[in-house]
């Protein structure tokens, strides 16, 4: 069955970095656009980043445009989230799914930014 293992998070400072992983199993991962999602304390999940089949064309959500850089390795069915500058409103459980998400979903990894 479709399944996402997120890994990476942890407790950085402000202006510091992380590097998140989301191996995905279950599916061809190489036909998708891959996203990286994320739900803050409180809020609704939100999209922050797309990348598109072939990595050809990456998106960002305005708020972190610039300071994250999504890839994917499709030999290893892996698709990362590079995070730098990171901020205290970037705290949040992160997610990867499809651009158009399955309804399986992983159990996310924690990102706190916080000094």
């Known amino acids: 069955q479709v399944q996402f293992v997120e890994s990476g998070g942890g407790l950085v400072q402000p202006g510091g970095s992380l590097r998140l992983s989301c191996a995905a199993s279950?599916?061809?991962?190489?036909?998708?656009?891959m996203s990286w999602y994320r739900q803050g304390p409180g809020k609704e999940r939100e999209l922050v980043a797309t990348?598109?089949?072939?990595?050809?064309?990456?998106n960002y959500a305005e708020s972190v445009k610039g300071r994250f850089t999504i890839s994917r390795d499709d030999v290893v069915n892996t698709v990362y989230l590079q995070m730098r500058s990171l901020k205290p409103e970037d705290t949040a459980v992160y997610y990867c799914?499809?651009?158009?998400?399955?309804?399986?979903w992983g159990q996310g990894t924690q990102v706190t930014v916080s000094s």
């Open positions: 799914n499809t651009d158009k998400p399955f309804d399986s």
């Open positions: 279950g599916f061809t991962s190489r036909g998708y656009s």
């Open positions: 990348i598109s089949v072939g990595s050809w064309v990456s």
